[in-house]
């Protein structure tokens, strides 16, 4: 009789199995990144492995990413498994043997990771087909990096139907390799998006009463934009205003014409998502009216929040804590970051679980988006065992 103690020993030794070739796929994929919707290669090689698995039916929904669904020979529910599989326009600054060979392309995310991982479990689960109950629909998902995203797309190909539940995982450098992260409720915030352009009326620059200089208005903006988290939102409620361009001018004698403000506004909750943004037009047309300059406005939606099912979240953390132990679960906080795993979490309910990556003694302490970020790759094992287990639970196979 299975047990969930057999099981996780069995779980244990089947993945350590795998251990070498998850880490060959995730190095062959780390030496060749491609960024969002140019995932061709990537996408190929995904295919091509995922064909050679006996009892997996295989997909390209579009261009760059591949869903692949496995049959277990008994009835069950249906759950989804998703990866991210791009990478980002970075050059590597690593000097590790697996170092990407494409300049200006890194995998500095971990996304090689994901899909060495969810490749691992696709060949693990297809193992045990005759004895699965259920159904495992594995969805590698291209451009995570970039807005609109990937998964939306999929969704609108229907990647989603007839799933139950959808997990997914990030490898996380902020925890340590050994520790998963789980987080109840909202997880990862909307990363929208805005652009301002003030127009003023440019001249020489020693004569500035004959103009409206865009850069000092625009420096009074940038301040009085700043106010608007510190000063208009509850102390008690995550938003970041954060602007990360200003650019005005050419040289030192003239006064631009205009100056062009862009940044992001990080929210969970819905009402002040869609506050926010206006409290900052206020803003910006209020002080540009006050000194006699223009404006102009664009505001972007990101990716919805990460919202993860609370009692998904529990019944996970009770996976966590029987695989692994209970030291290993870590409560998080919640991340001002963005992820398009939530556009599957409007679909079925879903967790996305972080799996500690970080080795302070290895060096690998690194943030993600940098371009010495690495992993450490026992994590892929510990990722691995996780899904494996979430995956075997969900599909009520430890009973
Ligand atoms: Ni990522």
Same mark, same amino acid.
């Given at each position: +009789?299975?047990?969930?103690?057999?099981?996780?020993?069995?779980?244990?030794?089947?993945?350590?199995?795998?251990?070498?070739?998850? /880490?060959?796929?995730?190095?062959?994929?780390?030496?060749?990144?491609?960024?969002?919707?140019?995932?061709?290669?990537?996408?190929?090689?995904?295919?091509?492995?995922?064909?050679?698995?006996?009892?997996?039916?295989?997909?390209?929904?579009?261009?760059?990413?591949?869903?692949?669904?496995?049959?277990?020979?008994?009835? *069950?529910? !249906?759950?989804?498994?998703?990866?991210?599989? %791009? &990478?980002?326009?970075?050059?590597?600054?690593?000097?590790?043997?697996?170092?990407?060979?494409? %300049?200006?392309?890194?995998?500095?995310? @971990?996304?090689? *990771?994901?899909?060495?991982? =969810?490749?691992?479990?696709? #060949?693990?689960?297809?193992?045990?087909?005759?004895?699965?109950? @259920?159904?495992?629909?594995?969805?590698?998902?291209?451009?995570?990096?970039?807005?609109?995203?990937?998964?939306?797309?999929?969704?609108?190909?229907?990647? +989603?139907?007839?799933?139950?539940?959808? /997990?997914?995982?990030?490898?996380?450098?902020?925890?340590?390799? *050994?520790?998963?992260?789980?987080?109840?409720?909202?997880?990862?915030?909307?990363? %929208? !998006?805005?652009?301002? !352009? /003030?127009? *003023?009326?440019?001249?020489?620059?020693?004569?500035?009463?004959?103009? =409206?200089?865009?850069?000092?208005?625009?420096?009074?903006? $940038?301040?009085?934009?700043?106010?608007?988290?510190?000063?208009?939102?509850?102390?008690?409620?995550?938003?970041?205003?954060?602007?990360?361009?200003?650019?005005?001018?050419?040289?030192?004698? =003239?006064?631009?014409?205009?100056?062009?403000?862009?940044?992001?506004?990080? #929210?969970?909750?819905?009402?002040?998502? &869609?506050?926010?943004?206006?409290?900052?037009?206020?803003?910006?047309?209020? =002080?540009?009216?006050?000194?006699?300059?223009?404006?102009?406005? !664009?505001?972007?939606?990101?990716?919805?929040?990460? $919202?993860?099912?609370?009692?998904?979240?529990?019944?996970?953390?009770?996976?966590?804590?029987?695989?692994?132990?209970?030291? #290993?679960?870590?409560?998080?906080?919640?991340?001002?970051?963005?992820?398009?795993?939530?556009?599957?979490?409007?679909?079925?309910?879903?967790?996305?679980?972080?799996?500690?990556?970080?080795?302070?003694?290895?060096?690998?302490?690194?943030?993600?988006?940098?371009?010495?970020?690495?992993?450490?790759?026992?994590?892929?094992? /510990?990722?691995?065992?996780?899904?494996?287990?979430?995956?075997?639970?969900?599909?009520?196979?430890?009973?």
């Amino acid at each position: +009789m299975v047990t969930p103690e057999s099981l996780t020993e069995s779980l244990a030794g089947a993945t350590s199995a795998l251990k070498p070739q998850v /880490i060959a796929w995730r190095r062959h994929l780390h030496q060749h990144p491609e960024v969002a919707f140019q995932e061709v290669a990537t996408s190929k090689f995904i295919a091509d492995t995922l064909a050679a698995i006996p009892g997996l039916a295989v997909i390209r929904p579009t261009a760059t990413s591949v869903v692949a669904e496995l049959r277990g020979a008994l009835p *069950g529910p !249906t759950i989804a498994v998703r990866a991210d599989i %791009d &990478a980002l326009p970075i050059h590597e600054e690593n000097a590790v043997e697996y170092r990407s060979t494409v %300049d200006g392309a890194m995998h500095a995310c @971990g996304h090689d *990771g994901h899909t060495a991982i =969810v490749l691992g479990l696709a #060949t693990l689960l297809a193992s045990r087909q005759a004895d699965l109950t @259920g159904c495992v629909r594995f969805i590698f998902q291209h451009a995570e990096e970039l807005s609109p995203g990937g998964a939306e797309e999929l969704v609108e190909h229907g990647v +989603m139907e007839g799933i139950d539940q959808v /997990i997914g995982l990030h490898l996380w450098s902020p925890v340590p390799c *050994g520790r998963i992260g789980l987080i109840s409720g909202p997880a990862m915030a909307a990363p %929208d !998006t805005f652009q301002c !352009t /003030i127009i *003023g009326a440019g001249g020489h620059a020693a004569a500035p009463q004959q103009t =409206v200089d865009p850069i000092a208005i625009g420096a009074q903006v $940038v301040t009085a934009l700043h106010q608007v988290v510190s000063r208009s939102v509850d102390p008690l409620d995550p938003v970041v205003v954060s602007i990360t361009q200003f650019v005005a001018g050419t040289t030192f004698n =003239v006064i631009p014409n205009s100056a062009y403000i862009a940044g992001t506004i990080r #929210t969970f909750d819905p009402v002040l998502r &869609a506050d926010v943004p206006q409290r900052m037009e206020r803003i910006i047309r209020g =002080v540009t009216e006050a000194f006699g300059a223009k404006y102009e406005w !664009t505001y972007e939606p990101g990716y919805r929040p990460v $919202v993860n099912d609370p009692a998904l979240t529990e019944r996970l953390a009770a996976v966590v804590e029987r695989t692994f132990g209970a030291e #290993t679960l870590l409560d998080l906080r919640p991340t001002m970051g963005g992820e398009d795993f939530s556009a599957y979490q409007q679909q079925a309910p879903g967790v996305f679980a972080f799996v500690g990556a970080r080795n302070e003694e290895a060096g690998i302490i690194h943030p993600h988006h940098h371009p010495r970020f690495d992993i450490d790759e026992r994590s892929l094992d /510990i990722g691995l065992q996780y899904l494996a287990a979430a995956t075997f639970d969900l599909l009520g196979m430890t009973v």
